[in-house]
């Protein structure tokens, strides 16, 4: 099968950078929260994760080239100010690495967590394998000690072949906004999709996998949406339009992440729209795992003019206007309804 032990080592890394994600925000101390140059909040988890995830995939697959587009770099990491995190992030990466349980590795140095942080400075494009990686997305609730995922996929010749999406704090039960209240509060998941091979679940760190699939809603009126918590990453009022427009009854379902992508691929919810605000740019990493999660669970992720997501054109994803996804039903009415509110937005400027 294509693809088969790509999938392996990607889980194998994502579950491990997960766990590392886990102990960090359990243990969340002021002081792990820093600014980067961006002002973005930046947390010795987000490096860690990078690191093994980078780590991982180069031990597990060796005899392939290694190519990854990932969100961060070590440039803070390497000043003068920067030298206890480092040091926190090669602990934590070492522990990590330790609970594993295997013991075919030395400890890793400083210098090594530095390297394979950098290790994902590639710029993707359309020629052979790229892995593309945000290994803390939803930053801001990671810090509120909200959703957040590690998203990893991999990109090539231009297409999004595979993705692995862990979601630490996603219940395993629906989040919809018209579910029954579930007698499971199990948290953790870990969705992953190869191309041509449909979308699985499986609780974070166990190991039966169930086939999910998007919801099969085809009247608005039954869809419920999830959108960004944040306001500032996504215009919610343009949302609240559109959902009108449908006919969309039930209030937006708010959460961080795209742990959206994963909810949505096992029917928690009908749609998802994003519209970031003016001057704002999708990076590739924000979508690559998310959009091949949904897609392989028989949904689709468009631009809002209805273009299909282009990955290939190195780490920038530009779209027009914003991302929607949706089941195959309802995205003709859902189109509409977008190109209707974007004219009236023009119109009122
Ligand atoms: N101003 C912004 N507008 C839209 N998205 C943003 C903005 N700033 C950061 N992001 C990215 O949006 C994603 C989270 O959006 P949301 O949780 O609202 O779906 C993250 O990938 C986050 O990056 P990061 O990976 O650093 O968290
Ligand atoms: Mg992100
Ligand atoms: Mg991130
Ligand atoms: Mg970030």
């Known amino acids: 099968m294509p693809y088969e032990k790509e999938l392996a080592a990607a889980k194998k890394a994502v579950t491990l950078a997960a766990r590392l994600c886990q102990k960090v925000q359990k243990a969340l101390l002021q002081s792990d929260v820093h600014s980067k140059s961006d002002k973005s909040p930046v947390t010795v988890a987000d490096y860690g994760s990078q690191a093994l995830v980078s780590f991982i995939l180069e031990r597990e697959l060796?005899?392939?080239s290694f190519s990854l587009v990932a969100e961060e770099d070590s440039g803070d990491l390497r000043k003068e100010s920067g030298q206890d995190t480092l040091n926190r992030i090669t602990e934590l990466v070492n522990d990590t690495l330790a609970s594993e349980g295997s013991n075919s590795f030395s400890t890793l140095t400083t210098d090594d967590v530095l390297v394979a942080i950098d290790s994902g400075k590639s710029e993707g494009g359309s020629v052979g394998r790229?892995?593309?990686?945000?290994p803390i997305d939803g930053t801001k609730g990671f810090v509120r000690g909200d959703q957040y995922a590690i998203a990893l996929a991999l990109l090539h010749e231009g297409k999004i072949v595979l993705g692995v999406l862990a979601c630490p704090n996603l219940p395993l039960a629906s989040?919809?906004?018209n579910q029954q209240h579930s007698s499971s509060n199990e948290v953790g998941c870990l969705f992953f999709a190869k191309v041509g091979d449909g979308?699985?679940?499986q609780a974070l760190g166990?190991?039966?996998?169930t086939r999910v699939h998007v919801c099969d809603i085809d009247n608005p009126e039954e869809a419920s949406f999830f959108e960004s918590f944040e306001a500032a990453h996504s215009l919610h009022d343009l949302s609240s339009?559109?959902?009108e427009k449908l006919g969309v009854k039930a209030p937006p379902v708010r959460i961080d992440s795209q742990a959206k992508y994963g909810a949505?691929?096992?029917g928690d919810g009908a749609i998802y729209l994003r519209f970031p605000h003016r001057g704002y740019r999708e990076k590739i990493w924000d979508h690559a795992a998310g959009s091949i999660v949904v897609t392989e669970a028989g949904g689709i992720a468009m631009d809002a003019a209805g273009n299909p997501l282009d990955f290939s054109k190195g780490k920038f994803l530009d779209v027009v206007?914003?991302?929607i996804v949706t089941n195959q039903k309802l995205m003709p009415s859902l189109l509409t309804a977008v190109k209707e509110a974007l004219n009236e937005k023009a119109s009122s400027l």
């Open 321 to 323: 206007s914003g991302i």
């Open 199 to 201: 979308t699985y679940m």
């Open 62 to 64: 060796p005899s392939e």
């Open 206 to 209: 166990g190991s039966t996998q």
């Open 130 to 134: 790229h892995w593309v990686l945000d």
């Open 241 to 243: 339009s559109i959902a």
């Open 264 to 266: 949505l691929s096992r």
């Open 175 to 177: 989040i919809g906004s």
